[in-house]
């Protein structure tokens, strides 16, 4: 295999947002993050204190999410609440734009609110959700864009609530639209360590997913029957 299991873990951003997950199972969610050294967790805004609690000490950054699922809040709410996820220790932000100002085609204003997310995030990094499943080719250029011109670390392809996730297709038009200074996150539908292998070699760079235990296992077995065969 071209990455091993450390690099693959690198690249994940281990989600644990269900909307019915208990304590217990945001423990656990950690755990597993913590066992194989993920590049982040992804919670719910409410756990983000107890995540960065159990993950004091790791190499594992916690990230949350902003306007979450839909993107409809104002951009004052939004503000709101990454200062409070950033105060209580949130390093990742994953803030979902207003998909409706995008699609009437106001995207001066969805570039602004990204700003301002930008702003008050400070040095933690800002992840700009699109949510690929209602948007025209056009309007996903056009957010990609905006996003770079905002100050965004990385464009995203969908929250994991929408109709349809992450596509090839929509990943090598994202990534080809900013430039080498933005990443691209695939979030969706991610759910074996195929899918993540065909979305990198066009050019992503993190993957949110909660099978990440399921997919870094099935590179270790792929890596010692590999190399039992070589022997």
Not at 200 to 214: C, D, I, K
Request: hydrophobic share 45%.
């Amino acid at each position: 295999m071209d990455f091993t299991v450390s690099q693959i873990a690198r690249m994940i951003d281990h989600s644990i947002l269900q909307p019915q997950f208990t304590v217990e199972d945001v423990r656990s969610g950690c755990a597993v993050a913590a066992k194989y050294q993920v590049a982040s967790v992804c919670v719910r805004p409410s756990d983000v204190p107890l995540a960065v609690e159990l993950l004091r000490g790791t190499e594992v950054r916690v990230g949350t999410v902003i306007g979450f699922p839909h993107g409809d809040t104002s951009t004052e709410v939004k503000v709101a609440e990454t200062e409070q996820a950033v105060a209580r220790g949130a390093t990742e932000i994953d803030m979902v734009i207003n998909i409706g100002w995008l699609r009437s085609g106001d995207v001066a204003a969805v570039e602004t609110e990204i700003k301002e997310i930008v702003r008050v995030a400070g040095a933690a990094h800002v992840k700009v959700i699109l949510e690929t499943a209602y948007l025209t080719d056009e309007e996903k250029l056009a957010a990609c864009w905006a996003a770079e011109r905002a100050g965004a670390a990385f464009v995203k392809t969908s929250t994991g609530f929408a109709p349809t996730g992450a596509t090839i297709d929509d990943l090598a038009l994202m990534r080809s639209a900013v430039s080498s200074q933005v990443q691209v996150k695939a979030s969706g539908g991610i759910r074996s360590l195929d899918t993540m292998l065909a979305m990198a070699a066009v050019g992503v760079t993190r993957f949110g997913t909660s099978a990440t235990a399921e997919i870094l296992e099935d590179l270790a077995r792929r890596q010692v029957t590999a190399y039992a065969r070589r022997g």
